[in-house]
C-alpha cells in the first residue's frame, strides 16, 4: 500500500522519534512510505531546496497516488490542517492521526474532535502503544 506520513516540518517536532518509529513499522509491514524524508533531520533544509510551487505540486501528486494517509499530529501545522481536510473532503481515503495525549491540549480541536467517518484518531502514551496499534491491522 502507498502512504502519504504527515508530520510537520515547520512546526513542533518533538515528536519525531514517534514519527520515525511509524515510518518504520509501516515499511516493516511493506508498505511504500511516499514521504519517508519527512522524518529525517534535514527535512526542512531538503524541503527549501526546491521552490514553494514545487512543494505543493509534489505533495499534492503524492496524496492523490497514497492509498492512505497516516500522520502524527502532536505539533500540528497548517500543512497537516490542509492534508487532512483536503483528503477528508473530497476523497474517501482512510485519515489515521495519531497524537500524544500529553500534548492532546495543544493540538487543534478540528484534529482531536473530528468524527468524519473516514478518520481515525489514535492518542497514544508511548510509543508502544502507538507501534501496537499499526502493529495490530489499523
Known sequence: MKIYFG???AGDRSSVEAARRIVLVLEEKG???LTKHLV????????????????FARDMRWLQECDCFIAEVSGSSFGLGFETGYLLAST?????????RDLEKRVSLLITGN???GC?????????????FIRNGW
Open 7 to 9: 508530520f510537520t516540518v
Open 31 to 33: 508498505h511504500d512510505v
Open 40 to 55: 529525517q533531520g534535514d527535512a526542512w533544509e531538503s524541503d527549501r531546496r526546491i521552490s514553494a510551487q514545487d512543494v
Open 92 to 100: 474517501s481515503k482512510k485519515v489515521v492521526l495519531f497524537y500524544r
Open 115 to 117: 468524527t468524519h467517518p
Open 120 to 132: 481515525t484518531l489514535v492518542p497514544y502514551s508511548d510509543i508502544e502503544e502507538m507501534e501496537s
